[in-house]
């Protein structure tokens, strides 16, 4: 197994339902950025 295949999933929740808070996702975003994994915002 390569070291990038055992790395984890990052899972930010930018918000409860889809557009009810816009301004969530920056910073959800930018901490997912600075973690240097791979990640994804959930809505």
Do not use: E, K
């Amino acid at each position: 197994m390569t070291p990038s295949a055992s790395s984890p999933l990052l899972i930010g929740c930018a918000a409860g339902f889809s557009g009810d808070r816009v301004d969530a996702a920056g910073p959800v975003v930018d901490m997912l950025i600075a973690q240097g994994r791979p990640g994804l915002p959930d809505f």
